[in-house]
């Protein structure tokens, strides 16, 4: 009996020596392939932070800094009578493509005033509102638009923003809001003073922001130390293996494939409660709101393989009906200019990631249906 248990003990530790072994020379090896918790992973080194500098905003976390009367994107031709302001991240400040090319631009020549564009890329819809709630009573317009994509919620919980997106070249600090027994409360950005912006390369400082991120270590990623086998039995890397790293998509509007946060409930509320005190501010200063949920190319190709809204952006427009707001969304639309004998065409529709010129336009008639109609 006991040279049984000897010999099965020996046969266990012999197992995980080798597995351990295994595990080292794998994750050692393709180690660029997986993301391991690693604090200097998200720092803001000395060479980055020319960049960094040139984007800060103190309130917002970062902004764009376009020599315009409000800093807004500049229209290839000023009418004079601001009609729409517009506010939202990259879909709405329109990526990729030229001032001209811009569905604020198409739709400012259809309307024949000015569409002023506040949208700046990799906000969530946090700081959209901020910055919407901060300067639009400087150029108050008859209407102002909310934009998004459903995967802004992912930003709105999060405070600095490598901790969401290791690879991303945004690496500044933003302010975010919570939901405290059912209100809006606000967290400024925790980098309040250009000089601070070094504190972002100091593994303490982003250890203490990261107490107030959603994503900070959130999924507990694995470490790359002893035991090395260990990192096999970690969720995160296997989801990061079947979605993330090793196998798109994960890009920069799209970092977190294989979370769903618009299924739970705290996220959900808090992005709620930003849709409805954007609403209420904007008819407060004699505005009408409009939220807009942009387009992406898989949002599209999932309609075209379904025939119906994915999930995540029913759940969005049943709750604007819910509770009467005015929503559009441009995913059925664009579903519905592409062949369906062809449905590689729905790449006209698109850049690299965000919306060609030929998408702009579709999103810009809608608009300007939608604005007739309220007239």
Known sequence: MKKKLFFYGVLVVLVFAITEVLSFGFFTVFRDRFTFHD??????????????????????????????????????????????????????????????????????????ADVLNFGVGGFGTGQSYLRFNNEFSRHRTPFVTLGLITENINRTVNVY???YYPETQLRLSKPRFLLQDGALKLQDNP???????????DNQFLRAIGTNDWWYNRDNYPELRFPYSAILLNKRMWKETLLGKVAAPVDDVNPR??????????PRQLMFALFERFAAEARRQGAT?????????????????????????????????????HCLEFVSLFAAH????????????????????????????RIADWISEQR
């Open 39 to 112: 604090v200097d992973l998200y720092r803001l080194e000395a060479a980055a932070l020319g960049q960094a500098q040139q984007k800060y905003d103190q309130v917002l976390g970062w902004s764009n800094h376009y020599d315009t009367p409000y800093g807004e994107r500049p229209l290839p031709r000023i009418h004079g009578n601001a009609l729409i302001s517009t506010y939202g991240d990259s879909y709405t400040h329109c990526d990729e493509v030229g001032d001209d090319e811009t569905w604020q631009a198409y739709l400012s020549r259809s309307l024949g």
């Open 338 to 365: 592409v062949d369906k004998e062809k449905p590689w065409t729905v790449g006209r529709l698109f850049m690299r990631a965000h919306v060609s010129p030929v998408g702009n336009r579709l999103i810009a008639g």
């Open 161 to 163: 923003r490598p901790f």
């Open 257 to 266: 494939p294989w979370e769903a946060l618009w299924r739970q409930q705290e």
């Open 289 to 325: 709101p409009l939220i807009l949920v942009m387009p992406q190319r898989e949002d599209v190709k999932a309609f075209l393989r379904s025939g119906r809204r994915a999930d995540d952006l029913e759940i969005i427009m049943q709750h604007c009906g819910a509770a009467g707001l």
């Open 191 to 201: 980098v309040q003073d250009l000089e601070q912006l070094p504190r972002l390369g």
